[in-house]
């Protein structure tokens, strides 16, 4: 099969931002490009109760219409799919359909935790699914929109993982990319470095380097977020990679988890990887 990548995709500035993105990042691997767009008439509460909005009956056609426009105008081969079904079945549907490298997805800025679950509804497609999940931020600008150089990769230094089956797919992405990628961990001041143990299973499944020379790089803050970009700024990354294992300090709840967090304030592309925990 082809290679591919699913962009999950709408008329919003996020969405137009993750298409240029993902359509440069498609062009070296000569991956297709699929747009999915989903449209389901959500109900509207009356004093009568339930209804549905009234439509104009050339919107599904003229929103289809204006799709195929898009992907025609991409750089490389894109197709585009309105899917009118609920959120989960047309997600099952399109990954079923494609077998996508990887998912993309805008990423757009808010104020507030409501604004966030309101506007970024793919965000939990990487723990749903397993499939990797690219968040391409709504506000990158032209000059970024570029296959990443030098990636961060944030790892704990003490946990072992295991990347989920459709995960291991994005490392041949990169290692195809020849981009550098720079492993880190954050650590508050004064604590030990570690095990080491995240490191080296990121070396044994292909994520990090084995190249000697390369190690875990330690940042301090005793905010784990806050070293995770102040990592990226000091690196002149273009690209971060986060693990989403669904605990320790990715998954604090201080003011949200660490994931929110640095999706909240990231300035560059963001992919997510699922991943379970190895004792």
Same mark, same amino acid.
């Given at each position: 099969m082809q290679p591919n990548f699913v962009v999950l995709t709408d008329f919003s500035l996020a969405a137009e931002r993750a298409r240029v993105y993902a359509a440069a990042l498609a062009?070296? @691997?000569? %991956? =297709?490009?699929?747009?999915?767009?989903?449209?389901?008439?959500?109900?509207?509460?009356?004093?009568y109760g339930m209804v549905l909005p009234v439509l104009d009956d050339q919107y599904v056609p003229a929103t289809r219409r204006s799709l195929q426009q898009v992907a025609a105008s991409l750089p490389v081969h894109a197709t585009a799919e309105l899917l009118e079904s609920d959120w989960p079945s047309a997600i099952e549907q399109a990954l079923h359909q494609h077998h996508p490298l990887l998912l993309v997805s805008g990423l757009t800025a808010t104020s507030g935790y409501l604004d966030e679950w309101l506007s970024n509804r793919t965000l939990p497609l990487v723990h749903q699914t397993g499939f990797p999940m690219l968040l391409v931020p709504e506000h990158l600008p032209d000059a970024a929109m570029h296959p990443p150089r030098r990636?961060?990769?944030? @790892?704990? %230094? =003490?946990?072992?993982?295991?990347?989920?089956?459709?995960?291991?797919?994005?490392?041949p992405v990169l290692q195809a990319l020849e981009c550098e990628i720079i492993s880190v961990t954050v650590l508050p001041p004064g604590a030990p470095g570690g095990t080491g143990a995240g490191f080296a299973a990121a070396q044994a499944c292909g994520l990090a380097s084995a190249t000697p020379g390369h190690e875990l790089r330690p940042v301090l803050s005793e905010l784990p977020a806050s070293g995770v970009l102040q990592a990226v700024q000091e690196l002149n990354a273009d690209l971060l990679v986060l693990l989403d294992q669904g605990h320790g300090w990715m998954h604090k709840l201080v003011s949200g988890s660490v994931i929110d967090h640095v999706l909240r304030y990231t300035k560059v592309p963001v992919l997510l990887l699922s991943a379970r925990p190895r004792e």
């Open positions: 062009t070296p @691997l000569k %991956a =297709d490009l699929h747009l999915i767009h989903v449209f389901l008439p959500q109900p509207i509460t009356t004093e990636v961060v990769l944030a @790892l704990e %230094a =003490d946990q072992a993982f295991t990347l989920e089956p459709a995960a291991t797919a994005v490392i």
